[in-house]
């Protein structure tokens, strides 16, 4: 009895749905203006637009400082890698978003116009790439539509923006890269008659026997930084006069000892302001004489103070400005500049004779009467042993770089602390210091590739689905509920219905002609 009843339930229904006119068909319009023609230009141009504020804030920040607490916000690195995601996020959602309504128009397309429209099972997989563009849904559309699987592939491509584009800008750590004002010392000679010739002997000679300039004094505390400086000091400029000196001490013997033999002989000139220095090569037996006159100099030289290591000294300029007076009265007199002074202890420091021994490779000075042996005797510039004595260095190179690590030792605070209560060799300037720290550092080229080639990729997907949407007859598709509710309600569905025909391989077409109703095959 009730399989009669239902029977004729379904008879009594089907009777309703032919005895009711189907609706006349009209073209199916999901919007009135804002529609797919509008929606992926409009978001194309405004995902083109997020890549050049983009560009503009990654070029704000390049070379610049990576700024903590309360400095400046936009420089934070926390925050600056939240703009850049937020930014990234905002490009890969426009472009997606635009290639996703391309898509829909495109699906449509193809349910009108392949002769077997596509199957029900296949619109799944159409769908699944739509709303969610997974690799694995592109994978399984890959043999249901070949043109739908591309573009949502190039849909999933989208996501690499945020991948790639944030890593455009990242942290590099570089010494001395932060500017900053700074206070510094500098060299500041005081008169001649000041500068005790204790303490003038007393540095050169140290600098000497060390064989380089003394430290200069920390002005950055415990940090590390460089900066530059300029002020006057002594140097020389040297000449050769090998082919006129007279090198007949050199042909004797000292103190009439066929086994010593002279190596070195140095003598003062020009009234204390120049330097003769003769020397012979016991590796090549050559003689070298040299002259050497004092000149007031312009030293410009780079400071380089690190927490680890001792401050360093680079000569970037050296300009010879005008010859050291050979004035005695002056040299002698409360008039006496601060460099004659320097020049005339450093001269006296040159002079003497230094013999060596034959047989046993051993050296002594022939000390000059009233002075101290010359302390090139026992600077780095000879070398011996129990077989060999030789220069390491010739004098040509050798005697302007020792005037120029005395002029440099006067950056020493040691310096300046040896003088007399009240006489500064030193004084403070305001300068820039850098100092180390982490800036960003911007690949402009990463960040136009990648957001070049999305949006040649959006531009195309969007060229595709306004052609699709023009082949369509001008109907914009979306993938709406009221859209598939105006395809789907149909007497021929409803007879395929009540025939149980509806399996994931029943096949349905779009008709062109019928407002876009889906019609079983």
């Given at each position: 009895?009730?399989?009669?009843?239902?029977?004729?339930?379904?008879?009594?229904?089907?009777?309703?749905?032919?005895?009711?006119?189907?609706?006349?068909?009209?073209?199916?319009?999901?919007?009135?203006?804002?529609?797919?023609?509008?929606?992926?230009?409009?978001?194309?141009?405004?995902?083109?637009?997020?890549?050049?504020?983009?560009?503009?804030?990654?070029?704000?920040?390049?070379?610049?400082?990576?700024?903590?607490?309360?400095?400046?916000?936009?420089?934070?690195?926390?925050?600056?890698?939240?703009?850049?995601?937020?930014?990234?996020?905002?490009?890969?959602?426009?472009?997606?978003?635009?290639?996703?309504?391309?898509?829909?128009?495109?699906?449509w397309?193809?349910?009108?116009?392949?002769?077997?429209?596509?199957?029900?099972?296949?619109?799944?997989?159409?769908?699944?790439?739509?709303?969610?563009?997974?690799?694995?849904?592109?994978?399984?559309?890959?043999?249901?539509?070949?043109?739908?699987?591309?573009?949502?592939?190039?849909?999933?491509?989208?996501?690499?923006?945020?991948?790639w584009?944030?890593?455009?800008?990242?942290?590099?750590?570089?010494?001395?890269?932060?500017?900053?004002?700074?206070?510094?010392?500098?060299?500041?000679?005081?008169?001649?008659?000041?500068?005790?010739?204790?303490?003038?002997?007393?540095?050169?000679?140290r600098?000497?026997?060390?064989?380089?300039y003394?430290?200069?004094?920390?002005?950055?505390?415990?940090?590390?930084?460089?900066?530059?400086?300029t002020?006057?000091?002594?140097?020389f400029?040297?000449?050769?006069?090998?082919?006129?000196?007279?090198?007949?001490?050199?042909?004797?013997?000292?103190?009439?000892?066929?086994?010593?033999?002279?190596?070195?002989?140095?003598?003062?000139?020009?009234?204390?302001?120049?330097?003769?220095?003769?020397?012979?090569?016991?590796?090549?037996?050559?003689?070298?004489?040299?002259?050497?006159?004092?000149?007031?100099?312009?030293y410009?030289?780079?400071?380089?103070?690190?927490?680890?290591?001792?401050?360093?000294?680079?000569?970037?300029?050296l300009?010879?400005?005008?010859?050291?007076?050979?004035?005695?009265?002056?040299l002698?007199?409360?008039?006496?500049?601060?460099?004659?002074?320097?020049?005339?202890?450093?001269?006296?420091?040159?002079?003497?004779?230094?013999?060596?021994?034959?047989?046993s490779?051993?050296?002594?000075?022939?000390?000059?009467?009233?002075?101290?042996?010359?302390?090139?005797?026992?600077?780095?510039?000879?070398?011996?042993?129990?077989?060999?004595?030789?220069?390491?260095?010739?004098?040509?190179?050798?005697?302007?770089?020792?005037?120029?690590?005395?002029?440099?030792?006067?950056?020493?605070?040691?310096?300046?602390?040896?003088?007399?209560?009240?006489?500064?060799?030193?004084?403070?300037?305001?300068?820039?210091?850098?100092?180390?720290?982490?800036?960003?550092?911007?690949?402009?080229?990463?960040l136009?590739?990648?957001?070049?080639?999305?949006?040649?990729?959006?531009?195309?997907?969007?060229?595709?689905?306004?052609?699709?949407?023009?082949?369509?007859?001008?109907?914009?598709?979306?993938?709406?509920?009221?859209?598939?509710?105006?395809?789907?309600?149909?007497?021929?569905?409803?007879?395929?219905?009540?025939?149980?025909?509806?399996?994931?391989?029943?096949?349905?077409?779009?008709?062109?002609?019928?407002?876009?109703?889906?019609?079983?095959?």
């Amino acid at each position: 009895m009730s399989e009669k009843r239902s029977s004729a339930m379904r008879s009594t229904s089907y009777n309703r749905i032919h005895s009711t006119p189907e609706p006349k068909a009209q073209a199916y319009r999901p919007s009135r203006f804002f529609g797919p023609r509008i929606q992926m230009p409009l978001f194309f141009i405004v995902g083109i637009l997020v890549p050049i504020i983009h560009h503009l804030y990654y070029t704000h920040l390049n070379n610049k400082e990576v700024t903590e607490g309360r400095g400046n916000i936009l420089r934070q690195q926390g925050i600056a890698n939240a703009i850049g995601n937020s930014l990234a996020y905002v490009v890969n959602t426009l472009f997606g978003v635009a290639i996703s309504i391309a898509f829909v128009q495109q699906f449509w397309f193809r349910l009108r116009s392949h002769a077997g429209g596509m199957s029900i099972g296949e619109m799944d997989v159409m769908s699944d790439c739509r709303e969610r563009m997974s690799p694995i849904s592109a994978l399984r559309a890959w043999y249901t539509a070949f043109g739908l699987f591309v573009i949502s592939c190039l849909a999933t491509s989208m996501t690499l923006i945020t991948v790639w584009t944030p890593g455009a800008l990242h942290v590099k750590s570089a010494s001395f890269h932060k500017q900053e004002q700074c206070v510094v010392s500098t060299v500041n000679l005081p008169n001649g008659s000041a500068v005790g010739p204790f303490v003038a002997e007393w540095y050169q000679r140290r600098t000497i026997l060390q064989g380089s300039y003394i430290p200069p004094s920390a002005s950055c505390g415990d940090r590390s930084c460089r900066y530059q400086v300029t002020y006057s000091a002594p140097a020389f400029n040297c000449s050769n006069i090998t082919s006129i000196y007279d090198f007949t001490l050199f042909r004797s013997n000292p103190l009439n000892n066929t086994d010593l033999f002279y190596i070195y002989n140095g003598t003062a000139g020009n009234n204390g302001t120049a330097v003769r220095v003769a020397s012979f090569n016991t590796s090549t037996g050559q003689l070298e004489a040299i002259q050497c006159e004092a000149y007031r100099a312009s030293y410009e030289v780079t400071v380089t103070q690190s927490n680890l290591t001792t401050p360093t000294i680079n000569i970037d300029t050296l300009k010879l400005i005008a010859p050291v007076p050979d004035d005695v009265m002056a040299l002698n007199s409360s008039n006496a500049t601060g460099i004659m002074r320097l020049t005339n202890s450093a001269v006296d420091l040159f002079e003497g004779e230094i013999a060596a021994s034959k047989d046993s490779a051993s050296i002594g000075a022939m000390q000059v009467p009233g002075m101290l042996p010359t302390p090139i005797l026992n600077s780095p510039l000879l070398f011996f042993n129990h077989t060999q004595v030789r220069w390491t260095m010739n004098m040509m190179s050798a005697v302007p770089s020792i005037m120029q690590n005395i002029s440099l030792s006067l950056l020493s605070n040691e310096v300046q602390q040896a003088s007399a209560l009240g006489v500064t060799f030193l004084k403070n300037v305001s300068t820039q210091c850098s100092f180390s720290a982490d800036f960003y550092h911007y690949q402009r080229a990463r960040l136009a590739i990648t957001y070049g080639g999305a949006t040649i990729i959006t531009a195309g997907c969007i060229a595709v689905g306004l052609w699709a949407i023009r082949r369509n007859g001008g109907v914009e598709e979306t993938m709406e509920f009221s859209r598939m509710v105006d395809a789907l309600v149909n007497t021929r569905m409803y007879e395929a219905r009540e025939r149980s025909e509806f399996t994931k391989e029943t096949r349905l077409r779009s008709e062109s002609l019928n407002g876009g109703m889906l019609r079983p095959l």
